[in-house]
């Protein structure tokens, strides 16, 4: 199999190299600059190849950022195959969308991946296009996997998971610096503070995984009456809390709404 990128920004890498890692495809991958090209081949081992070789990819990902998405989904009509499938990571912008673009009905994959990637750890959304056969959606949910967890998605909750899963990456390092501020203020060296709020995450989540207790079971395991935890916790509803966190995502939410509609 042949997988191709249309631009490859921090995402778009990050997917290449877990699937470069994981997988035999053959990759290609084509980029607007010469710098960009440079340094991509440095980083990756081979170089950029001319987009029209990237057209004729049997999976082809639209890496490029959104409001580029009509130029190429204009020059793809007059030259996709009916097997080809194309691979959208754009917030907001539908498989009807995509659609809209071609004459004929053609194969689309709606993703949602996540900056973990970098580390095989993306949390990714998929949503097909009814025209991929079963076989075609085992396929690229390998693909996904190769660079985390793939979940199946209806396309009603796309804006959704990726106001949830696309965006908590950057909302939880927010919270990692706040929570390091404060431990430098109490003598903490920063690096040491960075390192155990990071292990604290990490192994927050994996005890929700492993175990499967509800979140508020293990929140009281560590809840003492008249204790130091639940003081702080107290204090973190009465500065927004739980409720800044949902604000936030309904902000992601509604942005990702607006630039569907945009489109």
């Known amino acids: 199999m042949t997988i191709g990128f249309i631009g490859l920004g ?4 990050a997917m290449l190299r877990g699937i470069k890692e994981k997988r ?11 710098q960009s090209a440079r340094r991509l081949e440095m980083e990756l081992g081979f170089g950029p190849s001319p987009l029209e070789e990237v057209y004729e990819s049997d999976v082809i990902f639209l890496a490029v950022k959104p409001v580029n998405y009509p130029y190429f989904l204009k020059e793809l009509s007059g030259v996709l195959r009916k097997e080809q499938i194309i691979v959208t990571m754009a917030p907001g912008f539908s498989l009807e969308q995509v ?8 194969k689309v994959l709606r993703s949602m991946p996540a900056t973990p990637a970098q580390i095989g750890m993306s949390v990714s959304g998929l949503c097909f296009s009814d025209s991929l056969t079963k076989t075609e959606k085992d396929r690229l949910r390998d693909i996904f996997n190769s660079f985390g967890w793939s979940h199946d998605m209806d396309e009603s ?16 390092m927010n919270l990692i610096e706040a929570m390091a501020d404060q431990a430098v203020a109490w003598g903490i060296p920063r690096k ?5 709020a990071g292990q604290i995450m990490q192994g927050s989540g994996a005890l929700l995984l492993e175990t499967g207790l509800h979140p508020a079971q293990l929140k009281d395991q560590v809840t003492s009456p008249g204790g130091t935890t639940i003081e702080g916790l107290l204090a973190l509803e009465e500065w927004g809390g739980a409720r800044a966190m949902q604000k936030a995502m309904q902000a992601s939410y509604a942005k990702s709404i607006a630039m569907g509609e945009n489109f």
């Open 10 to 13: 921090n995402m778009g890498l």
């Open 24 to 34: 035999q495809d053959k990759l290609v991958y084509a980029v607007k600059t010469q």
């Open 99 to 106: 659609q809209s673009f071609f004459m004929e009905e053609v």
């Open 157 to 172: 909750l796309m804006e959704a998971f990726g106001s949830f899963c696309g965006v908590m990456p950057a909302f939880l």
């Open 192 to 196: 040491q503070a960075y390192l155990l």
